[in-house]
C-alpha cells in the first residue's frame, strides 16, 4: 500500500514508520490520521514484523500536533473533522499499544499535540539534547487526545500530567528524561541510530512474549492485585507451553543465544 503523509519499510523485522510532512512540521491532518490507521494495521497484522520504529522525516520535528490551519479552514465542520480525525488516530494508538512488537519512537525535534501523545504510546523513546516535548492542546483552546490523558499520568504521575496539560510548558530532552517520559537522551545526530539499534534488538527478541507484557503492563494499571495475577498466571503458562517459550528455557540451559525467529 502507497502512502501520501507516511514513509514505510520493513527489513529483517524492523519497520520504520515515518511521520512524512516536514513542510508542515509533520503535524496531522485528515489524512496523516486515516493513513496512520491503515499503516498500523497493516503492521499489527504482518508476521514478520518484530519491532517499530516511530520518526519524523526532516529532523526539526517529530511531530507537530494536529495541523491547526486545516482545522480552521474547515469552519463549521470542523467538530466532523476532528470526530474523524481522532476517531483514526486513536485506531492507530491502539494498534501501537497492543501490537506484539515494540514501538521505539526516535524524538528529533518538537514533539507537540498529538506528537507528545505518540511519544507518550510508544513502548520506549529515545530523544536528542535538542528535543523539545509539550502538550499544547489548551493552549490553543482545546484539549488533550491521541491517549495522553491516559499514558501521560501513568509515565510522570497526575501532579505532574496536570501541570503539563494546563501550563503547555515546554519540557527539554534531560528534564523530560528524568520525569520518565523518555528513557534515554543521546547526542541530536545520534537519535536516530540509537532508536534503531535498540529496535534491532528488540525485533530479534520474542515478540509474542513482548506483546503479552505489554498487555500485561496496560491491564495491571486498572485491575485489582488477585485479577491481575490470575492474568500473569494465564499468560505465563500459555508462553511456556509457545514455541518462544520452549526456546528461551532451553537456550537457558544449554548456556546459548536463544533463536526466536528462524
Not at 494536529?66 to 491502539?94: I, N
Not at 511519544?119 to 529515545?126: E, G, M
Request: hydrophobic residues 45%; negative net charge; contains cysteine.
Amino acid at each position: 500500500m502507497g502512502y501520501e503523509t507516511l514513509q514505510i519499510s520493513l527489513e529483517n523485522g524492523l519497520a520504520r514508520l515515518t511521520l512524512s510532512r516536514p513542510d508542515a512540521a509533520n503535524a496531522l491532518n485528515r489524512e496523516m490520521a486515516r493513513e496512520l490507521m491503515q499503516a498500523t494495521a497493516e503492521l499489527d497484522g504482518h508476521p514478520a514484523v518484530g519491532a517499530v520504529l516511530l520518526s519524523g522525516a526532516g529532523g526539526r520535528f517529530f511531530c507537530a500536533g494536529g495541523d491547526l490551519a486545516a482545522m480552521s479552514t474547515a469552519g463549521e465542520d470542523a467538530p466532523k473533522l476532528l470526530r474523524e480525525m481522532t476517531s483514526d488516530l486513536h485506531a492507530a494508538v491502539s494498534r501501537l499499544a497492543r501490537m506484539p512488537a515494540p514501538v521505539v519512537a526516535a524524538v528529533q525535534g518538537v514533539a507537540a499535540g498529538a506528537g507528545f501523545s505518540l511519544v507518550c504510546a510508544s513502548d520506549l523513546a529515545i530523544a536528542g539534547e535538542s528535543a523539545k516535548l509539550t502538550m499544547a492542546y489548551t493552549r490553543a483552546g482545546l484539549v488533550p487526545d491521541g491517549s495522553s490523558t491516559f499514558f501521560l499520568s501513568r509515565l510522570v504521575g497526575l501532579r505532574r500530567a496536570t501541570e503539563l496539560a494546563l501550563t503547555n510548558r515546554l519540557l527539554g530532552a534531560g528534564e523530560a528524561c528524568e520525569w520518565g517520559l523518555l528513557n534515554k537522551v543521546v547526542p541530536d545526530d545520534e537519535v536516530v541510530a540509537a532508536a534503531e539499534e535498540l529496535a534491532r534488538g528488540l525485533a530479534e527478541g520474542p515478540t509474542a512474549a513482548f506483546g503479552a507484557t505489554k498487555q500485561l503492563l496496560i491491564e495491571g494499571a486498572a485491575s485489582g492485585l488477585e485479577t491481575q495475577m490470575e492474568r500473569e498466571s494465564r499468560s505465563i503458562a500459555a508462553a511456556i507451553g509457545g514455541a518462544e517459550g520452549q526456546e528461551g528455557v532451553a537456550a537457558f540451559l544449554a548456556k546459548r543465544k536463544p533463536r526466536f525467529h528462524t
